[in-house]
């Protein structure tokens, strides 16, 4: 038995064009919504924005006053067509694709590691057949309700080399990172094959 190989992709720059959340919490609630929510928030998005330290607390705010006392399981069906449109709409990139499908073709796990919730991220990753997706998790009440609030930590810089090393668990592992922000860089330091993603595409594997 060889080496086991596995590939860590963050999800948003990375695998897509730009950012997912913001497009999606539009699908789901309605542009005007999400308008008038961020201009509630503003000065939390503003202090999320300038300082690391706030930008987990301002993203929970915003999906709290957008999502709090939605149902689940419809939430859950938006976040399948949702993860659909982006597989078929063309808001993907071709390089990092064709990437991820060469360590699928060279029976490597795949695993999406991305502070996106997994209402969407779930749903794509099996689209995309991955063998894993780590990723931000919404807190669902006893009555299937959202709450507003992250079950668990935001899967983001730090945060996403732990949940990663919960994953991968035992065992030496020869890993692959992909990520495109410094958010990844955690990541990628941790990866003995590490790719930062930028404008230029993604050369292919020799």
């Known amino acids: 038995m060889g080496e086991r190989v596995v590939a860590a992709f963050d999800v948003d720059g990375t695998l897509t064009r730009r950012d997912s959340l913001g497009p999606f919490l539009a699908y789901a609630c309605g542009r005007r919504a999400v308008i008038a929510a961020a201009a509630r928030l503003t000065p939390e998005l503003a202090r999320g924005a300038l300082r690391r330290d706030e930008r987990d607390r301002a993203k929970e705010r915003l999906i709290e006053a957008l999502l709090r006392d939605r149902d689940a399981t419809e939430l859950g069906e938006r976040g399948r067509r949702y993860a659909a449109g982006l597989h078929r709409d063309g808001r993907m990139r071709d390089d990092t694709l064709r990437r991820l499908a060469w360590h699928l073709a060279e029976g490597h796990d795949v695993v999406l590691v991305s502070a996106s919730p997994a209402v969407y991220l779930d749903p794509l990753g099996e689209a995309l057949g991955v063998t894993a997706v780590v990723s931000t ?16 930590p935001n899967v983001r810089g730090a945060e996403k080399v732990r949940r990663l090393l919960a994953w991968l668990g035992a065992g030496t592992v020869e890993l692959w990172a992909y990520g495109n922000s410094t958010d990844d860089e955690p990541m ?15 050369p292919p594997v020799a």
């Open 188 to 202: 990628l330091a941790l990866a003995e094959f590490p790719h930062r993603i930028g404008r230029r595409p993604l």
């Open 137 to 152: 998790r919404l807190e669902i009440d006893g009555s299937g309700r959202l709450t507003g609030r992250f079950d668990g």
